[in-house]
Nanobody, 120 residues
C-alpha cells in the first residue's frame, strides 16, 4: 500500500511564500514523475508543476518564475516552493506521483490535498 502525505498549506498574505511538502510512503519500488495539481473553488483540477525522476521540470504558465518544484529522491519527497503568492493561487493543492510498487505495478497516486489561501 502506498500513501502520499502532504503538509505546508495555510493562510498567507499576497506577496508571501509557502512551501508544500509531499512524502510518499509504503510499498515503493521506484517513483517516476511527481507533481502538484490544484483545484480552486468552482473550477476543475489543473496541473501546477511536475518533476520527472531525471530532473526535468515543467510549470503551468501562471506560476512560472514564482513557483519551484524540487525532489529529494532518497526521501521519496517532492516540494513546491511558492513565492510572490497571489489571491488567484488560492486552491486545494494535491500531490501526485507515478509509482512502481514492490508488486511491480505502476499506478498514479494522489495525496489528500492541502488548502492554500492567499488573502489580506
Amino acid at each position: 500500500q502506498v500513501q502520499l502525505v502532504e503538509s505546508g498549506g495555510g493562510l498567507v498574505q499576497p506577496g508571501g511564500s509557502l512551501r508544500l511538502s509531499c512524502a510518499a510512503t509504503g510499498s515503493i519500488n521506484r517513483i517516476n514523475t511527481m507533481g502538484w495539481y490544484r483545484q480552486a473553488p468552482g473550477k476543475g483540477r489543473e496541473l501546477v508543476a511536475q518533476s520527472t525522476s531525471g530532473g526535468i521540470t515543467n510549470y503551468v504558465d501562471p506560476v512560472k518564475g514564482r513557483f519551484s518544484i524540487s525532489r529529494d529522491n532518497a526521501k521519496n519527497t517532492v516540494y513546491l516552493q511558492m513565492n510572490s503568492l497571489k489571491p488567484e493561487d488560492t486552491a486545494v493543492y494535491f500531490c501526485t506521483a507515478y509509482i512502481l510498487t514492490r508488486a511491480l505495478v505502476w499506478s498514479d497516486y494522489w495525496g489528500q490535498g492541502t488548502q492554500v489561501t492567499v488573502s489580506s
